[in-house]
């Protein structure tokens, strides 16, 4: 890792791309503090405790505790991607036909996925405002009214839409995957805070049961390491498929097809969570004429992650995304045929439709031990604030500690694919010269 570290800074190409990215995650942590006008983000320190403003304020790297222009962060456009990539399965002809196309087809899904994210973002901007309006006594919005709600949904969208450019370009022209690189520094941006407080709390205000609250803190702490080692060591585990070719030397004879355990990496949690996020927002918007109804509060139940339906419910949709998002990331008819055409075949099982089953068949049980492991560490912390009274901070650190392991170890393995490129260019334009 060091090495991998130490080259990004000495290549010339890469060090550009990595001081890029590093601009532009600055830039998003200077908009999280620029406070929308017309709203008192004082206002909402009463809420921060409740599970939709914390999930929103982790999501968006504390943007909503200040109530920022980027106060929605990446949410909107998760949930319009979610919505897209979902329509694509036979419900909408056209959307399945473009995702057949290539690359000329991926440009018209992500013009309909931003379309979807500004009329998202809008609908969320109304609902948060409201909402949160409504709960905090009506103290957020200082001049409540409809002109009001709709200027601030537009700025909120407005904001959005420049955190999903600012993601983009880092994709594009910087390191690592731009969305999920903005959720990553939101994230690690609030955790020296969150252990401060979370430390001032338990040991703070201990008075005569001091020794107790150090024992309580330690332990976490030390559950907070062993977890950190069991998802990197997770994250990197793999099945290993041995491929032979036909036509090709035996030296070939030890080419495998990796299989990793999680292959769908942290994006399930990452659906999972703005699935649960959303309906909560717009359910803000009946808090105040449907509060004591009895369908507002099945469904905020549903929809809460400090309700045991609801965290019930947050593991079956990770269970769902962690195999949807598996088979996307690895299409076996496709990796059978590919195979096919390279004169590949596994051992013991007969190129084509058998190919493609026996895939099939391993992603399944991969994806079972992924989505098992992904659901237990993402509702672990839920479980555990439940006998400890533990912050809502730590409450979502299991969805936290996925998304930042699992990012951060993306960023490395595409570090690690530049500056081997880059030397590989190296070598051989070397060789060039040496030539001439």
Do not use: C
Not at 234 to 250: C, F, G, L
Not at 301 to 313: D, K, N, Q, V
């Amino acid at each position: 890792m060091f090495k991998i570290l130490k080259g990004a800074f000495t290549e010339k190409e890469v060090r550009g791309r990595v001081f890029f990215t590093l601009a532009l995650l600055f830039v998003f942590r200077i908009g999280t503090h620029i406070t929308v006008p017309g709203v008192d983000a004082s206002a909402l320190n009463e809420l921060s405790e409740t599970g939709l403003f914390t999930l929103l304020d982790t999501f968006g790297g504390g943007a909503l505790s200040s109530y920022s222009v980027f106060a929605l962060g990446v949410s909107p456009y998760i949930t319009a991607s979610i919505i897209v990539q979902l329509l694509q399965m036979d419900v909408i002809p056209k959307f399945k036909e473009w995702s057949e196309q290539g690359e000329v087809g991926r440009r018209k899904l992500n013009n309909v996925t931003r379309y979807g994210t500004i009329a998202l973002g809008f609908l969320q901007g109304l609902g948060i405002s409201i909402g949160f309006n409504a709960l905090a006594d009506f103290g957020l919005v200082r001049n409540p009214n409809a002109a009001t709600y709709i200027t601030i949904a537009i700025i909120l969208t407005a904001g959005t839409m420049l955190v999903m450019w600012l993601g983009e370009m880092i994709s594009v022209h910087g390191v690592g995957n731009g969305t999920s690189l903005i959720i990553f520094a939101g994230i690690v941006a609030t955790i020296p805070q969150d252990l401060i407080n979370f430390y001032r709390v338990q040991v703070g205000n201990a008075g005569d049961e001091l020794i107790q609250s150090v024992l309580v803190f330690a332990l976490v702490m030390l559950a907070l390491i062993a977890l950190v080692i069991f998802v990197t060591w997770m994250e990197n585990a793999k099945r290993n498929i041995p491929v032979r070719y036909s036509k090709r030397a035996s030296s070939a004879g030890d080419a495998t097809l990796p299989l990793k355990v999680n292959s769908a990496g942290v994006i399930p949690v990452i659906f999972a969570s703005s699935f649960i996020m959303t309906p909560q927002i717009f359910l803000n918007l009946f808090a105040q004429s449907s509060q004591d109804s009895t369908w507002f509060q099945v469904a905020t139940s549903i929809f809460s992650l400090e309700e045991p339906i609801g965290a019930i419910f947050y593991t079956i949709l990770i269970v769902a995304f962690t195999y949807f998002y598996a088979f996307i990331q690895i299409n076996p008819e496709k990796v059978a045929e590919n195979l096919q055409k390279q004169n590949a075949y596994i051992p013991s099982v007969r190129p084509g439709r058998a190919t493609e089953d026996y895939i099939s068949y391993m992603l399944i049980r991969l994806s079972t031990v992924g989505a098992l492991y992904l659901g237990v560490i993402s509702v672990l912390p839920i479980i555990a604030s439940n006998f400890w009274n533990l912050p809502s901070s730590i409450t979502l650190g299991g969805t936290s500690l996925l998304i930042v392991v699992g990012v951060g170890l993306d960023t490395m393995r595409q570090l690690e694919g530049l500056l081997s490129k880059n030397n590989y260019q190296g070598f051989i334009q070397s060789y060039q010269k040496s030539e001439e």
